[in-house]
């Protein structure tokens, strides 16, 4: 089967090609702003790298959040289209999961993004498997839960991860931009296939209407 790995849910544009699980293209660019001007380009270069046409996708793998508000509803339409241009299911991963991933597959870990106004978007795993769902905490909040979590063997990752610092310490906190593209390829494979995807938001966007 060719899956296609998409992520533009934080600070990188992604894609990755696979065939039967192994990877045969790659592409990633650190960004905040700019994810649908390159998520095209980069696919098609990735595409043809893999040697593989559009009309043999069979799945798309899109991350689905908690993010961007723009880099969420980047990649999500971009795999909707995709889906009818090639005929290719749509199977969803989390950002929160992909970040944890990121830091292991063994023990404890915990995707982290700074969500700002004092508040951060957190999931805990143990060996893969979730603790609790995607949530927003206020930061002592969280703070107190992770405290509690903590066995010696946390790994906190992301966006957000050094707010934890002092929790874990400085070597078991992990400050990253995106999700690591090996640890998405790894979890594109057994993400859920979904009929009608949508994007994760934990909170409403920061959106205020203009002045009189």
């Given amino acids: 089967m060719v899956l296609l790995v998409v992520d ?24 905040q ?24 996708l ?18 999500l339409a971009f ?9 290719a299911e749509i199977a969803g991963i989390g950002a929160l999961e992909a970040l944890a991933s990121s830091a292991g597959e063994s023990g404890r870990a915990c995707g982290v993004i700074d969500a700002r106004r004092g508040q951060v978007y957190v999931q805990a795993f143990e060996q893969g498997r979730p ?21 010696g063997t946390l790994t906190i990752a992301g966006p957000g991860a050094l707010l934890f610092g002092e929790i874990v310490g400085p070597e078991r906190a992990m400050e990253l931009a995106a999700p690591d593209l090996g640890a998405l390829c790894r979890l594109a494979g057994k993400a859920p296939v979904l009929r009608d995807p949508r994007p994760l938001y934990l909170r409403a966007p920061d959106i205020r209407p203009p002045a009189p």
């Fill in 8 to 31: 533009t849910c934080l600070g990188a544009c992604q894609v990755a090609v696979l065939r039967d699980g192994r990877p045969l293209a790659a592409r990633s660019e650190p960004m």
């Fill in 58 to 75: 069979r799945r798309i793998a899109v991350t689905l959040g908690p993010g961007s508000f723009t880099g969420i509803r980047v990649g």
């Fill in 131 to 151: 603790l609790w769902p995607p949530a927003a905490l206020a930061f002592a909040d969280a703070a107190q839960r992770l405290a509690s979590l903590d066995d």
């Fill in 79 to 87: 795999a909707l289209g995709l889906r009818l241009a090639a005929g």
């Fill in 33 to 56: 702003r700019g994810h649908q001007e390159r998520l095209a380009p980069m696919t098609a270069e990735a595409m043809a790298e893999a040697g593989t046409p559009f009309s043999a």
